[in-house]
């Protein structure tokens, strides 16, 4: 079956500071990946999604970045974290092949990020 | 472009009470319709999903019926339960898409 690692669960760290969130997958191949984040009491917001190996599609414009260096990892990172940074980030995957089963996406527990 | 809307919550609700979370779409095309359940600090859940219409999801308890004349997706429960509490979250997948768009999540809390 599979499964999806995010970690850390929780972090804090200060203003300016880098930041690196890692999420893998175990059990499937070549599939896609999504981050989110969630602000406080509000819903989720599709950050980046990855349909391969170094390809790296970009919903909003922000201080975040995200790689894929390999089929099953996906990495969200910035260079100088804001306060506005804060809030609760989901990776996700789901099937890398069109038809049944390639629009449902599955999440990991999630990284709670406090910018201070 | 496509988007959800979801009843906005909180919702309190006595346990054995029926429970209607409203959610409606727009979107072109014929959608797959999802609802997802996050516990108090987890990830999300699928709960169940309908990909074409008048299909019916259902799991725990739960149902959808993915109406296109209503454009709506609304999620039902006969009977809640104190283990229900948690935020739900209606979403779509448009055909083709990579990504998929949630409505804003609504917070159901079942008392004793």
């Known amino acids: 079956s599979q499964t999806i690692h995010q970690w850390p669960a929780t972090l804090v760290q200060p203003v300016g500071s880098p930041l690196s969130l890692e999420c893998t997958v175990e059990?499937?191949?070549?599939?896609?990946l999504y981050w989110y984040r969630q602000a406080a009491g509000r819903g989720l917001q599709l950050l980046f999604y990855?349909?391969?190996?170094?390809?790296i599609s970009s919903e909003v414009p922000q201080n975040l970045s995200a790689s894929r260096p390999q089929d099953r990892q996906f990495i969200l990172s910035s260079k100088k974290l804001l306060l506005s940074d804060s809030g609760f980030y989901l990776c996700?995957?789901?099937?890398?092949?069109?038809?049944?089963?390639?629009?449902?996406?599955?999440f990991g527990p999630g990284t709670r990020l406090t910018v201070l | 472009g496509d988007s959800v809307t979801q009843m906005e919550g909180p919702v309190t609700l006595s346990e054995e009470a029926f429970l209607t979370i409203n959610c409606t779409y727009t979107?072109?095309?014929?959608?797959?319709l999802f609802w997802y359940v996050q516990y108090p600090g987890e990830g999300l859940q699928l709960l169940l999903k309908?990909?074409?219409?008048?299909d019916k999801g259902s799991n725990k308890g739960f149902e959808a019926t993915y109406r296109k004349e209503t454009t709506s997706f609304h999620l039902e429960k006969g009977s809640v339960q104190v283990s229900d509490s948690a935020v739900y979250f209606c979403?779509?997948?448009?055909?083709?898409?990579?990504?998929?768009?949630f409505g804003t999540g609504t917070r159901l809390t079942v008392i004793p």
């Open positions: 996700a995957w789901s099937a890398g092949t069109s038809g049944s089963g390639a629009d449902t996406q599955y």
């Open positions: 059990g499937t191949s070549n599939p896609n």
């Open positions: 990855s349909v391969g190996i170094g390809q």
């Open positions: 979107a072109t095309g014929y959608p797959s």
């Open positions: 309908a990909t074409k219409a008048d």
């Open positions: 979403a779509l997948s448009s055909t083709g898409a990579n990504n998929l768009f």
